[in-house]
């Protein structure tokens, strides 16, 4: 192999460093915004939270200098498995000296700086995987490096969900997506994606939506990927039952009230008693047949017959969809009775502050309302910057750190969401891009992985912020107020950006 | 594996991802405008004006309760400047430890105070407030709000009056989207009674505050604003001077006196004794702690919350009830030596009176044996199977005259009392194993019944009537406050009118038999008036007996039935029936001419007799 000089300028990848650069500044009068009428100053007032951010982009910065010019490429690959135990021991310290911050024990407090060593352990975790995986003789469906590759996801994942950070131990399994791309089967994939899908969806939305999302999303795979007979058939039937059952709680909350000013109507008269009993007892009987009831009676009823239909037709599709059916069921229920019944109140409690369920003393919901208000308040172009009433007195909470992208909604409304969005999308394209584009495989795992995290972070920070996530926290990379942060996501990218540059050199 | 094609797979996730994000923002942000509406609310501003209490007058006009002008205190966190803490607090008649943890406090909340006003001190009276007003320009930050507070020109006692306070936590549940916190609401008495009327309407002032949640303009100029509807007056049926004259005669004992206009059931005055000072009541939260502790319970309504045995007055009950049963004639003669003998050798005692004598003579000395034949003639009645159908027939006569329930008035916390029936002994002795001996007791208003000085004076006003009562009530309709129809409707008794008249006459010869001729109530007695009363002796398990007195006045055409009941006060003469007829004195002829008995009903003390736990 031969050495081809390739000048520096062209070898790192500006496009990505530009994405990288605009986002930090989008972030930083972002958290100006949000912050400037409780925090008056200028955007570099050391004393607010503007002028510490543009201190913490300095020393990202200067961070991300060192990595590019400084330190040797090289260094990564060789030092990833200490890294990877140092940072697993800072994970297991921080639990036992660590002060209570809002329940959780991942801050390290050293005077005047704090930091979460869950957001290195990240970069630590990347590293290594993409080390063990890109090993020669490494094959992911054998058992053995299947094990310890999961090992390695999970260990530092599961001491996270021990300091009470769930919403950075979710970030972890953004993991399978590089699985997937090194040969993991797609089955996989959907059967984790479901199972997780399931499980928040029962605590959130609880059992009938959850249900019927499974039967949804079975329906769904079933017309697109089962044998093609029958094709619209499956379609109304399928969708018309999807449909229906949409709507049955709706149909069910109207019919309920008016079965209660029925009733209201009813005991204002004078009756015979025992027919007003048999009476009442008949009307009392209507709310009782609670939706969950019918979908359950449906799917009592549609199951056998469904696999009747499957053993008929030898549709092995159907019939493992409708497995597939039953143990979503059965897990629906398990961990609805556990959640009711097995647990204490006060783990419950936990779970569903975890799950973001009951958040704040306010109220159920409250952050999200107020969010959900303050980005819908923002129309198609936004109220202007600095001119958000929501973001900037105090009705978001954590408007700087987790909530950063309300300000974004409410400021620069609908364009502004999609340009950041955008954005993001571009730089994780970019990534995988670069990533597809290396020979070295180290390189190229390393950066599905941090491809993996940003999307993870985005994906759940934004979909908090709009309600379509429990609210857990975690950080919207590159624009959250916080250095641990941003510190963190600049070393992950910039080390890429490194090792990217570093095989352009010599290829 | 064409492992390439997963790159791909992978692109098209991110953006369903992506499409899924921006989906549901478009329907936040375009799609639904309910957000926008709520943001809107978000960023305006309530300032709530708080109403004037209504005023509460007696039933000529005097005020009895009115309001006078007192100042919140506020705080704007973010005006202040360094202060002269110890100044402040000198002015502001508070420790300075006070201020300093407010202000610590303040700055704990900081951010969900924001740019607003904290109320740091509430009802801080004028006199204090002038003090500040003159210093305010040292302290920025701090302004005074107006407030209304209670005053009370007259004593009326505090347990009549009630108190008002800030509601806590818990009332505020209990009434909900009706109270937040800050508000103020009666707690006891009439102020309880008629909050609903008293209270008035809050408003409040819409502002607009701009995104640094400065105070921009009123919206929409003020056009959605609502101003302050004042609480409604209340007129009570109170007599003003009377209620202030039954508390002087009642200072220094334990005890409580009613008085009922009996052609309306209006109460007159209600009195409880020890009760809480007017002084104390503008400013409850101060003394609440002290008035708590007191052994003498002044808090405790005795006038409807205590239950007492109504002693021998009772005997006029147990009289009514015989004649309308047909087993007392008033002519009928029962002896009496020293007592009604019954069973081996036990004796209901009596006191020295001549014997044998007939119903009128029975009550105008109060003789118990009377009333023990009486009794036994009322549950032995052959009409009943058995003393059981015979007791619950006496009950259900009881019970018509408003005794053992309560009786529906209009002032909170009333209690019933309580009357035995056949299932109260049969629990105690067992289905059979109790005759009218057992009982007999009841005949003098002893044993197992209770009652309130407001069920005696009800039991006064439905003898004055001959029959039947209006049950009592404190507030009169006025314009704009409408009473329950059931305080115009009369109850009847289960005993006819025919029978009233020759008990009246017994209770007439009680008073206006003159000193020596046996009639146990000669001290009531007043010129031209023809005062009939019925004393009674009550006994106290702690200590001396109970003074009981019930009388009303005229004899035709009444004008007040009076209820007194002192605790330990001894014979129903001694005390409750001087204090009763003082007060009918005072009402009815407006000046008291027995000023020696007056001067000595105001300076006796009976606490030192009262026992407490």
């Known amino acids: ?507 | 594996m064409t492992l390439n094609g997963r790159h791909i797979r992978l692109v098209i996730g991110l953006g369903v991802a992506a499409v899924l994000l921006l989906g549901k923002l478009f329907s936040l942000q375009i799609l639904d405008s309910s957000y926008k509406e709520d943001a809107n609310r978000n960023s305006t501003i309530y300032e709530t004006i708080y109403p004037t209490r209504g005023v509460i007058y007696d039933r000529n006009g005097v005020v009895l309760v009115g309001n006078k002008v007192a100042y919140d205190i506020l705080v704007n966190p973010r005006e202040v400047t360094a202060f002269d803490t110890l100044a402040l607090a000198a002015v502001l008649d508070v420790t300075p430890d006070f201020i300093r943890r407010k202000m610590e406090e303040y700055k704990k909340r900081r951010a969900a105070i924001g740019f607003q006003s904290v109320t740091m001190l509430r009802m801080v009276p004028a006199e204090t407030y002038m003090r500040f007003d003159e210093v305010k320009y040292r302290f920025p930050g701090f302004r005074g709000q107006v407030r209304g507070m209670r005053y009370y020109p007259v004593n009326a006692g505090g347990n009549l009056l009630g108190y008002v306070s800030e509601v806590d936590a818990n009332y505020i549940k209990r009434h909900p989207e009706e109270y937040r916190s800050g508000d103020y609401a009666g707690m006891t008495g009439i102020e309880a009674a008629r909050e609903e009327d008293l209270r008035g309407e809050k408003g409040y002032h819409i502002y607009l505050r701009n995104a640094r949640n400065q105070i921009e303009q009123p919206y929409k100029d003020g056009a959605e604003d609502k101003e302050a509807i004042p609480g409604k007056n209340i007129t009570t049926t109170i007599d003003a001077a009377l209620q202030q004259y039954g508390q002087e005669l009642m200072q220094n004992k334990v005890g409580s006196v009613v008085a009922i206009e009996p052609s309306t059931g209006e109460i007159l005055a209600l009195v409880s004794s020890p009760g809480i000072d007017v002084e104390q009541l503008s400013d409850i939260g101060k003394h609440y702690a002290d008035i708590a502790r007191n052994p003498y319970k002044p808090m405790y309504n005795r006038a409807v919350q205590a239950s007492y045995p109504p002693g021998s007055v009772f005997k006029l009950v147990n009289g009514l009830i015989g004649l309308q049963e047909g087993v007392l004639r008033p002519e009928m003669m029962y002896p009496c030596s020293q007592g009604y003998h019954f069973g081996a050798g036990h004796k209901l005692g009596c006191h020295g009176h001549k014997s044998p004598i007939n119903m009128e003579e029975s009550i105008m000395m109060s003789c118990n044996a009377y009333y023990c034949y009486v009794l036994k003639n009322i549950l032995d009645n052959r009409k009943y199977d058995n003393v059981a159908e015979g007791l619950d027939a006496w009950h259900e006569y009881v019970e018509s005259f408003g005794f053992g329930r309560k009786l529906g008035s209009d002032f909170p916390a009333e209690l019933s009392g309580s009357i035995p029936t056949s299932k109260t002994y049969n629990r105690s002795y067992g289905r059979g194993r109790w005759n009218s001996t057992t009982v007999i007791s009841l005949s003098i208003g002893q044993g197992e019944i209770l009652a309130t000085p407001m069920h005696l004076a009800n039991l006064c006003a439905t003898i004055a009537n001959r029959g039947h009562y209006f049950i009592p009530h404190i507030v009169k309709a006025s314009e704009g406050v409408e009473i329950d129809q059931r305080f115009y409707e009369p109850q009847y008794t289960l005993v006819d009118t025919v029978h009233f008249p020759k008990l009246i006459k017994g209770m007439w010869r009680a008073v206006n038999s003159g000193a020596g001729m046996g009639g146990t109530a000669w001290i009531a007695h007043i010129d031209s008036l023809d005062v009939c009363g019925k004393t009674g002796t009550a006994q106290n398990p702690r200590g001396a007996d109970n003074s009981v007195f019930i009388c009303f006045a005229p004899m035709d055409n009444p004008q007040i039935a009076i209820a007194a009941y002192v605790e330990n006060g001894g014979f129903g003469a001694s005390y409750a029936a001087p204090i009763a007829s003082l007060m009918v004195e005072r009402y009815l002829k407006g000046t008291v001419k027995r000023t020696a008995l007056e001067e000595r009903m105001k300076k006796a003390d009976l606490m030192d007799r009262v026992k407490h736990d």
């Not at chain 1, 999970?154 to 090194?182: D, H, K």
């Open chain 1, 1 to 507: 192999m031969t050495e081809r000089k390739v000048h520096i300028r062209q070898s790192v990848d500006w496009v990505l460093v530009g994405l990288y650069l605009l986002l930090v500044f989008i972030g930083w009068i972002s958290i100006y915004a949000a912050t400037h009428s409780t925090e008056p100053g200028s955007l570099l007032d050391w004393n607010s939270r503007a002028g510490k951010q543009f201190v913490w982009i300095l020393t990202a910065l200067g961070l991300a200098i060192v990595i590019l010019y400084v330190l040797p490429p090289k260094l990564w690959e060789a030092t990833c498995i200490p890294f990877y135990v140092f940072v697993l021991g800072l994970l297991v310290l921080v639990i036992f000296v660590s002060s209570d911050v809002k329940g959780s024990h991942s801050w390290f407090d050293l005077g005047p700086i704090r930091f979460q060593p869950a957001e290195i352990s990240k970069i630590s975790t990347s590293l290594l995987l993409a080390y063990f995986m890109s090993r020669q003789n490494y094959r992911l469906m054998r058992t053995k490096d299947f094990l310890l590759t999961v090992l390695i996801i999970a260990v530092p994942m599961l001491v996270i969900v021990a300091e009470s950070e769930t919403g950075s131990a979710l970030v972890y399994t953004g993991f399978i997506f590089v699985l997937y791309r090194e040969g993991l089967s797609g089955w996989w994939l959907g059967a984790i994606g479901l199972t997780i899908l399931l499980f928040v969806g029962t605590l959130t939305w609880g059992p009938y939506w959850a249900i019927l999302v499974l039967a949804g999303v079975l329906i769904l795979s079933n017309i697109v990927m089962g044998p093609p007979s029958h094709l619209r058939r499956r379609l109304i039937v399928g969708g018309g039952f999807v449909l229906v059952m949409s709507l049955l709680p709706l149909l069910y909350n109207h019919l309920c009230s008016l079965v209660n000013a029925h009733m209201d109507w009813l005991s204002q008269r004078v009756w015979v008693p025992a027919a007003q009993e048999d009476y009442h007892y008949f009307w009392s009987l209507i709310p009782k047949l609670k939706p969950l009831y019918i979908l359950l009676g449906l799917s009592l009823a549609g199951v056998p017959w469904l696999g009747w239909r499957a053993y008929q037709t030898k549709d092995r599709f159907l019939a493992f969809t409708l497995l597939v059916f039953l143990a979503g069921v059965l897990l629906v229920f398990s961990t609805d009775y556990i959640f009711e019944n097995v647990l204490q109140p006060h783990q419950r409690g936990r779970i569903e502050v975890l799950l973001g369920l009951r958040e704040d003393p306010a109220g159920v919901g409250y952050n999200v309302t107020q969010s959900k208000i303050a980005i819908g308040s923002g129309g198609l172009l936004g109220k202007g910057f600095l001119q958000g009433t929501q973001t900037t007195f105090g009705f978001v909470p954590e408007q700087a750190t987790d909530f950063i992208f309300c300000t974004i909604g409410e400021q620069w409304g609908f364009v502004g969401c999609l340009i950041v969005i955008g954005l993001y999308v571009l730089l994780i394209v970019r990534l995988l891009h670069d990533a597809e584009a290396c020979r070295d495989k180290f390189t190229r795992i390393y950066g599905y992985c941090v491809a993996a995290c940003i999307f993870m972070h985005l994906f759940i920070n934004v979909g908090m912020t709009v309600g379509i996530m429990p609210v857990i926290g975690i950080p919207l990379p590159l624009l959250s107020y916080g250095g641990s942060s941003l510190w963190a996501f600049t070393i992950l990218i910039f080390v890429f950006l490194a090792l990217y540059r570093d095989e352009k050199k010599y290829f």
